[in-house]
């Protein structure tokens, strides 16, 4: 079966910096999907970024971006230019390119911004 | 843009009394989940459902879990007889067939006194 892990309970930043979240997971499939979910105070679960794992190429969305090791199997979440709204719980996902479709989720990183 | 809808926002319920959330998937999406978390832990798979029927479920999902579609727009959890370990924040999602990412609803805060 699949696993999640996320290290990092806790991560703090400065305003306008830089943080990256980190990620690695556990699987004998070659083939599948990758996410960061964020997960704010109101509790819904919005989706950050996603990475196919046949694409070599990480995934990048405005202040959001990915540094995908397929070999390491990690997947981190670089957040630049941080900001006040970006404070959340982030939750890193797996699924399966084929069969099973449910999302295997880590523990979760709290993030706290620092104004 | 379209989301997906969930209520109620909260529910409180009693110990052994039934409990059904309901869920609104985006109108073309034709894959439903169910996910919980339970208070400061994970997000946990329940089940999916495709085609009127249950594509997997985990070992949460037990006998006293039930889902359906009963019309063409909702898609409902039922909780036959509530635990007080049921107490959890209840995530409904949806995705197009083929399509890789799942959204979620805002989700149903249930508290089992």
């Known amino acids: 079966a699949q696993t999640v892990t996320q290290s990092q309970p806790e991560m703090s930043v400065q305003e306008a910096e830089t943080v990256t979240l980190s990620c690695t997971y556990d699987?004998?499939?070659?083939?599948?999907?990758l996410f960061w979910y964020k997960q704010p105070p109101s509790r819904q679960m919005i989706l950050v970024i996603r990475?196919?794992?046949?694409?070599?190429q990480n995934a990048t969305e405005n202040r959001f971006s990915v540094n995908f090791q397929k070999a390491a199997k990690s997947f981190s979440l670089k957040i630049s230019d941080s900001q006040l709204g970006d404070a959340a719980m982030y939750f890193c996902?797996?699924?399966?390119?084929?069969?099973?479709?449910?999302?295997?989720f880590g523990q979760g990183t709290r993030l706290t911004i620092n104004p | 843009e379209p989301e997906v809808t969930q209520t109620p926002s909260h529910q409180v319920t009693q110990m052994g009394q039934e409990v059904i959330l309901r869920c609104v998937p985006i109108?073309?999406?034709?894959?439903f989940y169910w996910y919980r978390q339970i208070l400061g832990q994970k997000v946990e798979f329940l089940v999916s459902f495709y085609n009127n029927e249950i594509s997997e479920k985990s070992e949460i999902f037990d006998d006293q879990f039930s889902v359906e579609r009963p019309d063409g727009s909702n898609f409902t959890l039922k909780i036959r007889s509530t635990k007080l370990e049921d107490s959890a924040m209840y995530f409904c999602a949806s995705s197009e067939v083929g399509g890789e990412t799942q959204y979620f609803g805002p989700g149903t805060r249930l508290l089992v006194l």
């Open positions: 996902a797996y699924r399966s390119f084929r069969g099973a479709q449910k999302l295997v």
């Open positions: 699987t004998s499939e070659s083939d599948y999907y």
């Open positions: 109108s073309n999406h034709l894959y």
């Open positions: 990475q196919e794992a046949y694409k070599q």
